[in-house]
């Protein structure tokens, strides 16, 4: 089983930044891609960002420019910087990781409980 914990959420002005942390913990499994995905008050869920194993990095529309993904594979973390954040960015937001088993080569996604981020005009 694979733990998926995010923290850093928060009241923040507009123009201001958060940084959003997400930890997986547990043992035997490999994590592939991770993500950020957020929802809204009266919201479907939406990506927000993606990072591959490698680095490689994707942003939704609504957050480029001013969301960076990163992530620690030693550590099996991965970080979302926000900054310049609007209104519109408030949300719950869920860290996604993809995971292999050593007994299952098989992909599994794990969700976080998600984080309240609140902007204010």
């Known amino acids: 089983q694979v733990h998926v914990v995010e923290s850093g959420g928060g009241l923040v002005q507009a123009g201001g930044s958060l940084r959003l942390s997400c930890a997986a913990s547990?043992?035997?499994?490999?994590?592939?891609?991770m993500g950020w995905y957020r929802q809204a008050p009266g919201k479907q869920r939406e990506w927000a960002a993606t990072i591959t194993p490698g680095g490689i990095t994707t942003y939704a529309d609504a957050v480029r420019g001013r969301f960076t993904i990163s992530r620690n594979n030693a550590e099996n973390t991965v970080l979302l910087q926000m900054n310049s954040l609007k209104p519109d960015d408030t949300a719950v937001y869920y860290c996604?990781?993809?995971?292999?088993?050593?007994?299952?080569?098989?992909?599994?996604?794990?969700w976080g409980q998600g984080t309240q981020v609140t902007v204010s005009s």
């Open positions: 996604k990781a993809i995971v292999s088993f050593s007994t299952n080569r098989a992909r599994y996604q794990y």
């Open positions: 547990g043992s035997g499994f490999s994590i592939y891609d």
